[in-house]
């Protein structure tokens, strides 16, 4: 099995500016952050090892939406090991259309709330 690059998060997001926000501020909270604009570059980033220690994924995307990954991500069990957090303004954890997910956050995003997300999932620096 490949490791896990557990300080590395794969941010999955369309709206590029917010991609580039959310990637720039975990990387100064020394965060390493890859960015895919939908869950066919995201499972095409996926394909590589390693894999991230934690995904942050929209739901609303182009080409394959959150839902589809979600999918995608749990049915191989390679990919299904790597927890994913949703971002959404539609969603909160325990929604039966994302099912099990390892937490969500509402949108807009706060920042702080980001942080302890993926401090709780990549260990804190």
Do not use: W
């Not at 702080?112 to 993926?118: A, G, H, I, T």
Request: aromatic share 2%; charged share 30%.
């Amino acid at each position: 099995m490949p490791e896990l690059e557990h300080r590395r998060v794969l941010v999955v997001e369309d709206d590029e500016d917010l991609a580039a926000s959310i990637a720039e501020r975990l990387q100064q909270a020394g965060y390493p952050a890859d960015i895919a604009a939908n869950g066919n570059e995201a499972l095409e980033q996926l394909s590589r090892d390693p894999l991230p220690g934690l995904i942050l994924l929209d739901l609303l995307l182009p080409k394959m939406d959150g839902f589809t990954f979600l999918r995608h991500q749990r049915s191989d069990p390679r990919l299904s090991r790597v927890p994913v957090c949703v971002m959404s303004a539609l969603v909160r954890a325990g929604d039966e259309r994302i099912g099990k997910v390892s937490d969500a956050i509402a949108k807009p995003i706060e920042t702080d709330l980001l942080l302890q997300v993926v401090e709780r999932h990549c260990g804190r620096l």
